[in-house]
């Protein structure tokens, strides 16, 4: 096997190292190159989560991509589990040269079981009888919903946070959820005033300015 490694993927292996010592012990970091698929690890930190090291091939997902010639774009958040049954959440990021031809890839692997235990944990302090009420009053929370969905998907369409928004941005999604009929809905003036972070008398002021703008 040849010890030869491209520049450019040479230049990553310090990347490696400096990803897993900030992200710790349940982050595997993995540079891969793609001229030796059967051994194709040049670099790994924390290989203890799927159980690899220099010299051991990828992952069968990894495999799948490159097989199939699915390497344009970086796989980015997807899960999956190791032979030990740890619950991972990773990324496949494809290394080019400078004529666009694959060299390699770099791989993390996030060990989110420690996490996830945790979280069941935590929802089960946090549980309280509140929620369980809640749960039982799902038909009369289903016009909240209602509002809820018109509000959100407004503010999805418009793909600015409300923070970086101007007026006349938060005057015209005031505008498109007049037109949806959003503040037909009980509590809707507040709501939208809440999730613009404006008043509830500023939210009537711009009902005022658009209904004028329209006779």
Do not use: W
């Amino acid at each position: 096997m040849s010890d030869f490694i491209h520049p450019i993927l040479k230049s990553y292996i310090p990347v490696v190292e400096g990803i897993a010592k900030t992200f710790g012990k349940n982050c595997e970091v993995v540079l891969h190159d793609f001229s030796k698929m059967k051994s194709s690890i040049i670099a790994i930190e924390n290989g203890h989560i799927t159980g690899r090291s220099l010299g051991s091939p990828m992952t069968e997902v990894g495999l799948r991509a490159v097989r199939k010639g699915n390497t344009k774009d970086s796989i980015i958040n997807y899960t999956g589990k190791s032979a030990e049954g740890r619950v991972l959440k990773s990324s496949t990021m494809f290394i080019k040269d400078e004529n666009d031809e694959v060299l390699g890839c770099l791989c993390i692997n996030f060990d989110m079981s420690e996490l996830t235990v945790a979280k069941r944990v935590i929802d089960e302090l946090l549980q309280t009888d509140a929620d369980e009420e809640n749960k039982n009053n799902d038909g009369a929370n289903k016009v909240n919903d209602v509002l809820t969905d018109i509000v959100q998907n407004t503010l999805e369409q418009s793909g600015k946070p409300v923070a970086y928004m101007s007026k006349e941005e938060k005057v015209s999604i005031v505008k498109k959820l007049d037109l949806q009929g959003a503040f037909l809905i009980k509590g809707a003036i507040d709501y939208v005033a809440k999730v613009l972070c404006v008043s509830r008398y500023t939210i009537y002021n711009y009902l005022d300015e658009i209904r004028v703008d329209n006779k």
